[in-house]
């Protein structure tokens, strides 16, 4: 199991940037790919953005390509996702999330076993 926690969360003007940290501890962070999702209330946990153990490949949902960019630091064993560009419509709590298994890429919440405890990013219009 590895322990994950987010930080960067807050309160931004539409048009504006965040960038949003999370930190893992536990277990060989350079093995497992690392995703972003995101929930508001009253709706299911949304994919935001993965990247893989390696740094090779990023994926990202529709609704985020060419505003949020994802990536890695696996010397400091943290994952990042930069949003600019943010939207009312991005408001949501943001959750980081490991992969359930080693060198395996995938978008599915069902293949994430561990999650951080959310950070709520506000977009005011």
């Known amino acids: 199991q590895v322990q994950l926690v987010e930080s960067g969360g807050g309160l931004v003007q539409a048009g504006g940037s965040l960038r949003l940290s999370c930190a893992a501890s536990?277990?060989?962070?350079?093995?497992?790919?690392m995703g972003w999702f995101r929930q508001v209330p009253g709706k299911e946990r949304e994919f935001v953005a993965v990247?893989?153990?390696?740094?090779?490949?990023?994926y990202y949902a529709d609704s985020v390509k060419g505003r949020f960019t994802i990536s890695r630091d696996n010397a400091k064993n943290t994952v990042y996702l930069q949003m600019s560009s943010l939207k009312p419509e991005d408001t949501a709590v943001y959750y980081c999330?490991?992969?359930?298994?080693?060198?395996?890429?995938?978008?599915?919440?069902?293949?994430?076993?561990?999650w951080g405890q959310g950070t709520q990013v506000t977009v005011s219009s």
């Open positions: 999330a490991a992969g359930e298994r080693p060198k395996y890429y995938s978008s599915a919440v069902a293949d994430f076993g561990s």
């Open positions: 536990g277990r060989t962070f350079s093995s497992y790919a």
């Open positions: 990247i893989s153990w390696s740094t090779y490949y990023t």
